[in-house]
């Protein structure tokens, strides 16, 4: 019965783990089916939101609230931004140079941030508080409760902004094939800055679901947790949104088994270690769709 | 560029001069450091310079040459480092003198070498089948999976290896400024010599346009093989010198963002250009060292130069250039040639 | 310009010009077929190539003829039927085994190795043909010496086919694009093929260059003994070069024969020209 509990707790913690690692990661998979990035900057996104509350809330006061939003507008605007100072001029260079140029952002904003704030964890005050509920021996705290329901919130809401609407048809479109979708009268540039405010602004609600649980904002620590988001993307079928979703929820899941199997030294390695297999059956991911090169 | 055949020079004198060259820069330099021309620290500095001019050089072939992303050579070193330290320990290297211990060296190097290269041939194999990113994200995991490893596995398995995260002491410092010039030499020399030959050439070719090589009959996913392992052998290699001139390894240093380092020296370099690579490992080593005083700035300096030059030159500072001392001997005889008719 | 061709007799499988009549053919494709997802993109293919024939593949666009080529060189693995050089079936091979089982082809978008001289991106074509081991090449034994250099005069022995030997150091995308196209011709020369797949090797050329070109096709065919496959839209140079011509339409063939006869065809003039197509230009 104690296994039981514990087995259930672990789970409980595995989803709400994997639900911020879904969230980063749709950002990771929506950049990639546009522009065919890996944005690895995508990950500091994260630690700047993080940053942004930790300010908001101390030196500035503002309720816990008005500090995510003002995280969640201020990660937009960064995201939209190193798309068009770093990323739009590399559009027709090789890929490689841009995959560098987003490593480069990277290093730029954790050591920016290290060289301002320090190298230092900062404490972040109590975003979400609440009861932790007992079922059946388990226990679920209100963030991790929170942490569920805004991520299903934001999965059917993005759903439905990619299926119905008519930025979500253009982000389709690009993503398909860039120069029929410009030829279609698709404005190329608004879609491509819209994908980026979008991942950024999630990044930013998966940051505030982050602290809401672990309540610390370090320079660095968008790289682990980016990396990730990163290997749930591709785990799902990088380009995915349902893909993105369930690669995170099973990063998550696996990793929770792990700590709970009493082997969480191992956790990384079981996270790459699942990843390099499933790539190897699977080159696309679970669901992702296979590409081939026209000749 | 634009050579004209009456100045080429024949190939036994070029072979001859250069042999020549090289010797005279690894003796005479070799001697003026050991003679005290320079402090302990620089030696040192030296020795850091000449080892990531290997581990640059060496995924220069990789990146390149084959045009693929690996982002886990950090790994690579880092099995090379731990095969070479631990086999120094155990043949207790240090007491050893004369040709038993040039022998030991040796065979730490090479040992470190092939057994990052038989890494190198098992992710490869699988990795290299698969087209685009794939290979960045396999390498990547792979990176990270050794670093887990040489953390924990002694503790799983009871022995006494890697020592955990508590770090390898106590390595034979074997590692001199002699050691590391030659090794730099010859890495250099047989990816020179490899490039320019058939090998190389199919591994260019793949770069260049994988379909349109394999329909030229060049067994692709073999020469992605080779490349790659090639790459990892030298990785190896430079993890030995590591290991020998620090003493003492930590499972840490070898994460991500230590392939990443590498990366951005190649391809600040100039992806496909060897003497880029070196350059860029010289000054990417040097500066830092002495910008000490501006530590605190470094890495941000460090991650703009990076962006900038994406942004303003996205083929690198060298681009595919390569530095060859035939062609400036060519040019210089030609000149002279030019010159003693005008004089004549 | 026309020039005497011989005539087409049957052997099994298809018809062949009279001189191959006694030499086994060197390519043939039976019932071949392959879709792409639930599309049918070419079916119940069947062509058949005579040791010195020069064929063209004809047809409107997205018929299907650049698909018979990545078929023929293994690039797609066939659904149905298969292919056989010098009546060895190819299925399993590899791209790169098929090259060297005697097929060699251009791209319709040029695929050269830009960045590498033009010598290099013949000698690349030669890859099969040398054999010195790595650690020779390493060492510069004699082995490499001699065969490199054996290679090189043979790579510049080819490029003197189009005069251009004396762009020998140039990187290849450098090249004008009528250059581009000659420099693949000769890289797939270098292989030393049996049969050359040329795809579009005209496009983009003005007339007078499609006239060089075309002697060249013929002098290349009879110097090397080879095969040609040639997939075009000039029809001045496939009706002026072709012996045997294959019109495909929707992935299928429609049509088949001499010249003449295709050009009298009303299912071919249909294809071009829509159903009320009155005078053919072709």
Redesign the interface.
């Known amino acids: 019965m104690a296994f039981l509990s514990t087995l259930f707790s672990q789970i409980i913690n595995g989803l709400q783990s994997g639900s911020i690692y879904a969230l980063v990661a749709l950002g990771y998979s929506m950049v990639y089916g546009i522009i065919m990035l ?1 944005n690895f900057a995508h990950g500091d996104i994260i630690m700047v939101g993080a940053y942004v509350v930790w300010l908001s809330m101390t030196s500035f006061g503002l309720h816990p609230l008005f500090s995510i939003l003002l995280a969640v507008a201020v990660s937009t605007l960064l995201g939209v931004v190193i798309e068009k100072v ?1 990323y739009a ?2 559009r027709s ?2 890929r ?6 987003a ?6 904003l954790e ?2 941030f ?2 301002i704030f320090g190298a230092g964890a900062k404490v972040v005050p109590t975003l979400i508080s609440g009861p932790t509920f007992q079922i059946g021996g388990a226990s679920i705290s209100t963030p991790a409760l929170v942490t569920l329901g805004v991520t299903v919130v934001i999965m059917i809401g993005l759903t439905l902004l990619v299926q119905k609407t008519r930025l979500g048809r253009a982000m389709r479109a690009v993503s398909e094939d860039m120069g029929a979708a410009q030829l279609m009268g698709v404005n190329i540039n608004t879609t491509i800055s819209f994908t980026f405010a979008l991942g950024s602004a999630l990044a930013a609600v998966a940051s505030a679901l982050y602290l809401s649980s672990y309540a610390q904002a370090s320079p660095t620590m968008g ?1 682990m947790l980016g ?1 990730k988001a990163f ?1 749930a993307a ?1 785990l799902g079928g990088i380009g995915s949104l349902p893909g993105a979703m369930l690669g995170g929820l099973v990063i998550g899941l696996a990793e929770a088994l792990v700590s709970a199997a009493g082997l969480s ?2 956790k ?2 079981v996270v ?2 699942i ?2 297999v499933v ?2 059956v699977r ?1 696309s991911g679970l669901l992702g769709k296979p ?1 081939k ?1 026209k ?1 | 560029m634009n050579r004209t055949r009456e100045n080429t020079i024949p190939m036994p004198v070029r072979y001859l001069i250069n042999t020549v060259l090289i010797s005279l820069l690894v003796f005479g330099s070799t001697a003026f450091v050991n003679g005290g021309g320079v402090s302990g620290y620089i030696t040192k500095v030296l020795m850091v310079i000449g080892i990531n001019i290997i581990l640059a050089v060496s995924l220069n072939v990789a ?1 390149g040459y084959l ?1 693929q ?1 690996p982002l886990g050579h950090a790994g690579f070193m880092a099995v090379g480092a731990y095969t070479g330290g631990i086999f120094l320990k155990a043949v207790n290297a240090d007491q050893a003198t004369g040709i038993s211990y040039a022998l030991m060296v040796i065979a730490a190097l090479l040992l470190s070498g092939l057994l990052a290269a038989v890494f190198g041939v098992i992710i490869g194999i ?1 990795a290299l089948r ?5 290979l ?3 390498t ?3 990176g ?2 050794i ?3 040489l ?2 596995i002694d ?1 799983v398995l009871g022995f006494k290896l890697t020592y955990g995260a508590s770090g390898l002491k106590r390595i034979p410092k074997i590692t001199s400024y002699f050691n590391v010039l030659v090794c730099v030499v010859l890495t250099c020399l047989v990816i020179h010599m490899v490039m320019k030959s058939r090998h190389g050439r199919a591994i260019l070719a793949i770069r260049e346009n994988e ?1 349109a090589a394999e329909s030229c009959g060049v067994r692709t996913t073999y020469y992605k093989v080779m490349a790659f392992t090639l790459s990892a052998f030298f990785a190896g290699v430079a993890g030995c010198l590591y290991a020998g001139y620090l003493g003492s390894l930590q499972p840490t240093t070898f994460g ?1 963002m230590k392939s ?1 380092e590498i ?2 020296m190649v ?1 600040l370099g100039g ?1 496909g250009s060897m003497f880029g690579s070196v350059l860029s490992a010289i000054t990417l080593t040097a500066l830092p060292e002495a910008l000490r005083a501006f530590e ?2 470094r ?2 300096a ?3 130069v ?2 900038l030059v ?2 303003f030159k ?2 690198g500072l060298m681009g595919q250039y390569d530095f060859s001392m035939s062609r400036i001997l060519e040019r210089f005889v030609g000149f002279t040639r030019r010159f003693g008719k005008k004089e004549g | 310009m026309a020039k005497s061709k011989e005539k087409l007799v049957p052997v099994e499988g298809g018809v062949i010009p009279e001189r191959d009549a006694g030499t086994p053919p060197v390519l043939e494709a039976r019932h071949l077929g392959i879709d792409f997802g639930g599309l049918t993109a070419v079916d119940d293919f069947n062509f058949i190539i005579g040791k010195t024939e020069i064929g063209g593949l004809i047809g409107p666009n997205g018929a299907g003829k ?1 698909t018979i080529f ?1 078929l023929l060189t293994n ?2 693995q066939p659904t149905r039927g298969k292919i056989l050089i010098g009546g060895v079936d190819t299925r399993g091979k590899k791209t790169y085994e098929v090259n060297r089982m005697g097929i060699a082809r251009t ?1 319709q978008n040029i695929r050269l190795f830009k960045a590498l001289p033009v010598l290099d991106n013949v000698l690349i074509g030669m890859q099969g043909q040398m054999h010195y081991r790595l650690a020779e090449a390493v060492l510069r034994l004699p082995s490499y010496w001699k065969q490199e250099k054996a290679a090189k005069e043979k790579a510049m022995e080819l490029l003197s086919i189009f005069g251009m030997e004396s762009l020998a150091d140039a990187p290849a995308g450098s090249l004008p694009y009528g250059a581009q196209r000659r420099l693949e011709i000769v890289r797939a020369l270098a292989t030393n093929p049996k049969v050359l797949l040329l795809d579009e090797p005209a496009a983009g050329m003005n007339p007078s260059e499609t006239a060089e070109l075309m002697e060249n096709i013929r002098k290349i065919r009879d110097t090397f003994q080879i095969a040609v496959v040639l997939i075009e839209h000039d029809m001045n140079l496939v009706m002026g070069i072709c012996e045997g011509i294959a019109v495909l339409n929707y992935g299928q063939i429609i049509a088949k024969g001499t010249p003449e006869e295709i050009r009298n065809n009303p299912k071919v003039i249909e294809a071009y020209l829509g159903r009320k197509g009155g005078a053919a230009g072709c």
């Open positions: 890996l770093a001029p590399l260079s090789p490689l140079s841009l995959l560098i140029t490593i480069g952002i990277s290093f730029l050591n920016g290290q060289l790289s990396l290997v591709v030294v191992w990384d390695g790459f270690a990843l390099i790539l190897l080159p590409m090169e000749v | 990146t045009g992303l699988p698969l087209r685009g990113d794939y960045a994200i396999i990547l995991g792979f990270e999976i670093r887990v490893v953390t924990n503790e379909i991500f990443i990366l951005v391809v992806m605190d700035y890495m941000v460090y991650s703009l990076l962006v994406m942004i996205p083929t | 650049t990545n690039v797609y791209f």
